[in-house]
């Protein structure tokens, strides 16, 4: 990814981003948790097989081919409940992929791209902490997906 002028994201910040909230206050905080904890649904497994860029954020991503139902129904239900408690979900669409790279400059060829399973059996709550080095997040609340 140097070679591109992109930043590499640590491995222990790959997350998929089911629902972007934005800043949350402590309200707002608490009533996303009592949203996702009234949430049911299936787990379900990601096979994440294809490389991507998008060159607004300059963001090298690797994600599915195809979104399983299971996990457009979650990420559906999800954005219901925290409408009903009076927040504003980002309306895009639930598009499940991890971040990579970021600032990357020329993304070159991608070529073919080895499926790599990613389980889903939980979702959480996180918040990301701006640093010098980049994002931490910090997991607030987690809750249990049934057995796909």
């Given at each position: 990814m140097?070679?591109?002028g ?10 998929i981003?089911?629902?972007?909230l ?11 948790r ?14 994440l ?17 195809e979104?399983?139902e299971?996990?457009r129904?979650l ?8 409408r009903?408690r ?17 600032k990357?400059?020329?993304p ?5 791209t ?5 389980p ?7 918040r990301?902490?701006?640093?010098p080095?980049?994002s931490e997040y ?11």
């Amino acid at each position: 990814m140097q070679a591109s002028g992109g930043k590499p994201v640590p491995p222990e910040n790959f997350h998929i981003t089911l629902v972007f909230l934005g800043n949350l206050d402590a309200a707002a905080a608490a009533a996303a948790r009592e949203a996702a904890a009234g949430v049911r649904s299936k787990g379900f497994s990601l096979a994440l097989d294809r490389l991507g860029f998008w060159p607004g954020p300059r963001l090298v991503w690797l994600g599915p081919s195809e979104v399983p139902e299971a996990g457009r129904i979650l990420a559906a239900m999800l954005v219901t409940a925290l409408r009903v408690r009076g927040l504003t979900p980002d309306a895009q669409s639930f598009f499940p992929h991890v971040t990579l790279a970021r600032k990357v400059s020329k993304p070159g060829e991608f070529g073919r791209t080895p499926m790599i399973p990613w389980p889903v059996e939980e979702f959480v709550l996180a918040r990301s902490i701006m640093r010098p080095s980049g994002s931490e997040y910090r997991v607030l609340a987690s809750w249990s997906l049934a057995a796909g």
